[in-house]
């Protein structure tokens, strides 16, 4: 199979750059990572690009090892990133702690809990895989000092040029919502939806069937659904995402100049990846240890790694927009979460992503990058 010419390494890792190439983007990661690995193999991807300037990621599954997991992983391929976690409104301010539970699965009976091993194992000082140099950003303990995700959100977009940033959101939208429903604060005088418009010039949304259906990213952090680890939703569930689909700015509204592109679970349920970065990966790698414990060995869904590589370098050789949803618009119901594709010829900036090359193809570019970044990452740790 020939290799197609994507990313090459590490940004960080990289000995020496190219002054003449084009600036890196600004990429911000709004992810759920906790029931599913490959939260971390984007992360894997996002943190070794050396066309990406990652700002920041964004929990929008609040628990206590996603946020720990996240830093971990994240800190180990570049230098401390500041990691936000959803906060859900209270009517008297206060904070609700972080939930201290892990994953179960209680369906297939079959997938491995991942975060909290990678939280420890890379984050804690007194595990041999700690996370030296500076480590993590937020050390095993102390998830609650995490950022509060709007507040992040509003300190990464006010420090950032005018529509340089796009957001990956890989998860629940909940983050989101809040964000464009907040007000001035110390970080901007914009509102959320003043400063989406000035900073952002894309969103990529991993969720949603097309032309129609039901997807859980889109209602699944509803606290009177159950999770299949046994617990319920701990966000704002079908209102939150129904906000952000719904009232995200326009060009005809607002006039804004970005665009909004989907990527369904249609997707990435069939680009299969990971087994080879457990087989052939550095053993201390935190996202191939991440794939071992979750799937053993076995090659999964790749539902989050195609978004944001997709949000890293565009359309390619392995994308493009699905031409069977033109001029248009997505639509959520906020009753439950149901999504579907509205004609509208006035709306000419939102897109159904679609794959260019076969599963296959895509899996192969994915998996060379996971083990590229790994590998890299491994090289330089050895040399400093």
């Known amino acids: 199979m020939t290799r197609l010419p994507l990313a090459l390494g590490s940004a960080d890792l990289a000995l020496s750059q190219d002054h003449n190439q084009k600036p890196k983007k600004n990429l911000i990661i709004d992810t759920d990572l906790f029931s599913d690995v490959d939260d971390a193999g984007a992360l894997l991807l996002a943190s070794t690009s050396p066309h990406i300037n990652l700002l920041g990621v964004l ?27 959803f906060r859900h409104p209270t009517s008297d301010g206060t904070v609700i702690p972080l939930p201290n539970s892990s994953f179960l699965d ?29 480590g993590p950003s937020i050390p095993w303990g102390q998830a609650e000092d995490a950022w509060s995700a709007v507040s992040l959100y509003r300190k990464l977009l006010s420090g950032a040029d005018d529509s340089s940033v796009t957001i990956a959101s890989i998860g629940f939208l909940d983050n989101l919502s809040l964000l464009l429903d907040s007000g001035p604060d110390s970080f901007s005088p ?28 889109f209602f699944g952090s509803d606290p009177d659904i159950p999770h299949r680890n046994g617990g319920n939703g ?5 209102r939150g995402t ?7 700015p326009t060009p005809q509204r607002d006039g804004w100049k970005g665009r909004v592109v989907y990527v369904g679970d249609e997707v990435g349920g069939n680009v299969l990846t990971g087994a080879g970065l457990v087989r052939e990966g550095p053993k ?12 053993y060995g076995e ?28 001029y248009g618009r997505n639509w959520v119901d ?35 990058l996971f083990l590229e970044g790994a590998r890299s990452a491994a090289n330089h740790r050895q040399t400093t």
């Open 59 to 85: 929990i929008n599954k609040p628990s206590t090892y996603s946020v720990l997991a996240a830093s971990a992983i994240v800190s180990y391929y570049k230098k401390a990133i500041p990691i936000g976690v």
């Open 106 to 134: 209680v369906v297939y009976w079959h997938l491995g809990e991942f975060a909290s091993k990678i939280a420890f194992r890379f984050g804690s000082p007194s595990s041999p895989d700690y996370v030296k140099c500076e």
């Open 190 to 217: 914009l509102t959320g939806r003043q400063l989406i418009l000035r900073k952002v010039a894309e969103l990529v949304v991993m969720g949603g069937r097309y032309p129609e259906g039901k997807s859980w990213n």
């Open 234 to 238: 701990l966000g704002l569930g079908p």
């Open 242 to 248: 129904a906000n952000v689909i719904n009232h995200w």
């Open 284 to 295: 201390g790698d935190p996202v191939g240890r991440a794939y071992g414990y979750y799937a």
């Open 299 to 326: 090659a999964r869904p790749s539902w989050d790694p195609v978004a944001v590589l997709y949000a890293m370098d565009g359309l390619g050789e392995l994308f493009k927009y699905d031409e069977e949803y033109g």
């Open 334 to 368: 906020e009753r439950d979460g149901s999504n579907r594709w509205v004609w509208d010829e006035e709306t000419k900036n939102q897109f159904v992503l679609a794959l260019k090359a076969d599963d296959e193809t895509v899996a192969s570019e994915i998996d060379h």
